[in-house]
């Protein structure tokens, strides 16, 4: 069973807060229950060389009645006391080898960190724990745990220590547990506990190196690093919110405090937060870093470490092209097309996860829009069960991230109507503007949990293994029949080049035909945006005489992206002057109107003018489409392959 642990823990300093808080009847404005009381025993197991440890787990052996339950969790401490780890775990009726568990997540992981050494106790604990539920209004929250440790090791068992946990219950909310454990900290005075009990009996058992201090256990900054990070709080920007962020969870707040402090949403405080343990102060440029250093003079700002074979480097900076050449088979060409925009992608992953920049989402999305083009632009000459995987995780992100982006556009194209209004009108906007913003907090809140969760991790993982791996996804140069396979980018190109015009320029007739429906402008524009991305990805081996083509096709795409834009906003306005909200209602079949007529005359009056902008875009279009179906057009696309297939420029007739 896999499932995320979700708890907030506190060192409890003497008996008597304890026992305090084990007769309380509330916390934080919840009903506290009856403690239940019970004794649990554990045992830490590892290899003789600690490899699970080394790896940053822990493997915990926790005998009950009538069974045993084996837990494996990441170790490393957390902000504020608030702990989240993903656990996997089974229960076995007695303890046998981890060859011998049932097959499973947990049997698969345990033997990969394990390499087939044996496992030994490392370290036993023994707990009173006195189980409280904390309820409000008939649910329960959370589960609050009073803990008296005892650690045993080979030498005895050494002197108790004490702690509070508060678990998350399915019915508790982030939030709910948010409250509880500021309520621990403020009212009760307690010191969130950063380590685990596991971490914490190391250290009391001599086995790991001893923290300086409570205090100094807690603390997230090195006096320099609190020093930079003082100075760029101080102005204005995204790194000043990153900035004070940090210095929130240095200050022993929790990621929700820091993220009200800094203005920053929890998770972008958590990413931040993450970024910072692998990076230190590189999260910030290097010339702020500079100025900062300059200004505080004496106090030198940490350069970052130089990683070491155990250390992953830091990742380069995207290149500027991929570096496709004509003699390259289509499955390197590929390869190299995957790797530029994966690059991309994680780039602009940080601009996208802080939210203050709309152009960083944009690229983002852009970046696995093309893979998935590309994906599908080299479909033949990749192996489809290993690009599988890869495919549907672009379709999620990019979906996703789609869900953000086109509220955006939605947005920015509303805010040019609005600065174009007299200041005493644009107030008859303002339904649809709470409307947007409400939808576009919830989009950004389901991307976020999306990139924070395994979903997103895994496809990371499975796209960086696909482009490490050497031939990663080619087919063989001999199909099964025993036919040769066309690979050279030279060879294939053109014929892939003439099926993508000719499916374009299929559009020539249905297009003149009168009133054709919108939704064949919408098709066309996906045939467009195949050609263009097809030109761009071969830019290299096309040459420099792509360009003009290259510029042709983004008009083109252009026009009609404007077009698609306008008819999904008539659609939204429409719905929005029916139902007076962004969607009809949950379970409301659309030709069901409802009995009151919506009042919003602002509204009524931007669908007209979306409308309008609608017919405009419809009776401009042949003025564009002629541009990519004239024999100028044509004409260069002949010379472009020419070159490819014989790596010289064509020579060009006196009559041209």
Request: charged share 30%; hydrophobic share 40%; with cysteine.
């Amino acid at each position: 069973m896999t499932r995320v642990e979700i708890e907030a823990k506190f060192a409890v300093p003497d008996e008597k807060t304890l026992a305090r808080l084990g007769a309380a009847g509330e916390l934080a404005g919840c009903a506290l229950g009856a403690p239940t009381l019970v004794e649990v025993r554990d045992a830490y197991l590892d290899t003789p060389s600690r490899a699970i440890l080394a790896a940053g787990f822990v493997l915990r052996h926790r005998d009950r009645e009538h069974d045993v339950v084996m837990t494996l969790k990441s170790t490393g401490d957390a902000a504020g006391g608030i702990h989240r780890r993903e656990e996997l775990e089974i229960t076995l009726p007695r303890y046998v080898a981890p060859a011998d568990w049932p097959a499973g997540p947990l049997r698969d992981r345990v033997l990969q960190l394990c390499g087939g050494a044996p496992l030994q106790p490392l370290v036993e604990l023994t707990q009173l724990r006195r189980f409280r539920a904390v309820t409000r209004e008939g649910r329960e929250l959370a589960e609050l745990a009073l803990d008296e440790v005892t650690v045993a090791t080979a030498a005895g068992e050494l002197a108790p220590y004490r702690e509070v946990e508060v678990e998350l219950r399915p019915d508790g909310t982030e939030a709910d547990l948010e409250r509880l454990a500021r309520s621990l900290r403020d009212d009760w005075g307690l010191t969130p506990q950063r380590r685990s009990k596991f971490e914490r009996a190391l250290e009391v058992a001599g086995l790991a190196p001893a923290a300086a201090g409570a205090a100094g256990a807690t603390a997230l900054l090195g006096d320099a690093q609190r020093a930079v990070l003082r100075r760029v709080a101080r102005r204005k920007g995204v790194y000043a919110h990153r900035a004070k962020a940090l210095l929130a969870l240095d200050d022993g707040r929790t990621q929700v405090e820091a993220g009200e402090r800094s203005g920053l949403a929890e998770r972008t405080v958590r990413y931040w937060l993450m970024q910072f343990r692998e990076r230190g102060l590189t999260i910030f440029p290097g010339r702020l870093l500079a100025q900062v250093q300059e200004a505080l003079g004496a106090i030198a700002v940490p350069a970052p470490a130089k990683p070491t074979p155990e250390q992953p480097r830091p990742q380069a900076r995207a290149p500027r092209r991929p570096g496709i050449k004509r003699t390259d088979t289509m499955a390197e060409a590929a390869v190299k097309t995957i790797r530029f925009h994966f690059a991309r992608m994680l780039a602009h992953e940080p601009g996208t996860r802080v939210g203050t920049d709309p152009g960083e989402l944009h690229d983002m999305r852009v970046a696995t829009r093309r893979m998935r083009a590309a994906l599908r632009i080299f479909d033949t000459h990749l192996d489809p069960a290993t690009t599988r995987p890869l495919v549907r995780g672009l379709r999620r992100t990019g979906r996703t991230l789609g869900d953000v982006r086109d509220l955006d556009v939605f947005r920015e194209k509303l805010q040019v109507y609005l600065d174009a209004l007299p200041e005493e009108r644009r107030g008859g906007l303002d339904p649809l503007l709470a409307a947007l913003a409400a939808r576009r907090d919830a989009a950004r809140e389901r991307m976020l949990a999306y990139l924070d969760g395994p979903r997103y991790a895994r496809f990371v993982d499975d796209m960086g293994r696909f482009l490490d791996t050497p031939h990663a996804g080619a087919l063989p140069a001999i199909t099964p029949d025993g036919e040769a396979r066309p690979e050279k980018v030279a060879d294939v190109l053109p014929a892939a080049l003439y099926e993508r015009l000719a499916a374009v320029w299929a559009y020539d007739g249905p297009l003149a035909e009168p009133d054709a429906p919108l939704v064949r402008y919408h098709r066309l524009r996906i045939a467009g945006k195949f050609l263009r991305y097809t030109l761009e990805f071969f830019e290299e081996a096309l040459g420099p005489d792509a360009k003009a083509m290259i510029r042709t096709t983004e008009q083109l795409q252009d026009h009609l992206g404007d077009l698609q834009d306008a008819v999904v906003a008539c659609g939204v306005l429409r719905t929005f002057l029916t139902f007076g909200a962004w969607e009809p209602p949950v379970g409301r079949r659309t030709r069901t109107l409802p009995s009151e007529i919506v009042m919003a005359p602002g509204v009524a009056t931007y669908l007209a003018a979306r409308q309008s902008e609608l017919s405009r875009l419809v009776e401009g279009f042949p003025q564009t489409w002629r541009t990519v179906r004239g024999a100028g057009f044509a004409g260069e696309a002949a010379a472009l392959i020419a070159r490819l297939t014989t790596g010289r420029s064509p020579r060009r007739s006196l009559s041209a």
